[in-house]
């Protein structure tokens, strides 16, 4: 069975503190990997697709990573606005996503 | 990026009681369109997925005919809970590809449906 787990499950941040949050998968067959804000009570907002270990993609202040067992989504110098709840999707085969559970992040001023 | 629409955005609807809820690609043709819902702090559950102008398939555990879902056109689904129960309580989020395969997904603002 797929597993994406996230970690961590939360993270409090001084604005301009940079760090990571975690995407690990068990996926057979990986097709692609998707990066998804969400912000309290709205659908989650696309970030990145990442399909091959070695990928990178930049975003303004994020950094999406891709291994054959993790993705990392960097953050240099958030900001409070960065503040919401980054998903992470696998797709295999089927084409169907598997989400994980997500990181809450919080940027304090 | 491209524009998927939910409506409603909340609802609030008496116990035995139907609700439909629409989901729309505003500038693009969806393929496929996902329904998601999503308990408090939880992941996103997949509910089942459409292409245009065929059934719906629905994940195991979720039922067929409580979750009605239609696909009638490339840039319309609607998801129906019929005879809705508190339990049926809960976020639902559909999101729609513009190709099949591997497409990111756009959201749609999701609808906070509460039975009462």
């Known amino acids: 069975e797929d597993q994406v787990t996230q970690s961590p499950e939360a993270l409090r941040l001084q604005e301009g503190e940079s760090s990571s949050l975690n995407c690990s998968y068990t996926?057979?067959?990986?097709?692609?990997l998707f990066w998804y804000r969400q912000d309290p009570g709205k659908g989650p907002e696309f970030l990145f697709t990442?399909?091959?270990a070695g990928e990178e993609k930049e975003k303004e202040r994020l950094k999406a990573t891709l291994t054959k067992k993790e993705s990392f989504l960097h953050i240099t110098a958030p900001k409070p606005e960065d503040s919401a709840t980054y998903l992470c999707?696998?797709?295999?085969?089927?084409?169907?996503?598997?989400f994980g559970r997500g990181t809450s992040l919080i940027v304090h001023p | 990026g491209a524009v998927v629409s939910q409506h409603p955005s909340r609802v609030i609807c008496k116990s035995g009681t139907s609700v439909k809820i629409e989901c729309r690609s505003l500038?693009?043709?969806?393929?496929?369109m996902f329904w998601y819902r999503q308990f408090p702090k939880q992941s996103l559950m997949l509910m089942a997925t459409?292409?245009?102008?065929?059934?719906?398939?629905?994940e195991q555990g979720v039922e067929k005919d409580k979750f009605l879902i239609n696909h009638a056109s490339l840039t319309l689904s609607t998801l129906t809970v019929t005879s809705a129960h508190p339990e049926d309580s809960s976020f639902y989020i559909c999101?729609?590809?513009?190709?099949?395969?591997?497409?990111?997904?756009?959201f749609g603002q999701g609808t906070r449906l509460t039975v009462v």
């Open positions: 500038d693009f043709q969806a393929t496929t």
């Open positions: 990442l399909y091959s």
């Open positions: 996926v057979s067959g990986l097709r692609g």
């Open positions: 999707a696998v797709v295999r085969g089927s084409y169907i996503p598997t």
């Open positions: 999101s729609a590809s513009y190709r099949q395969g591997l497409s990111e997904a756009f």
């Open positions: 459409s292409n245009e102008g065929s059934k719906a398939t629905y």
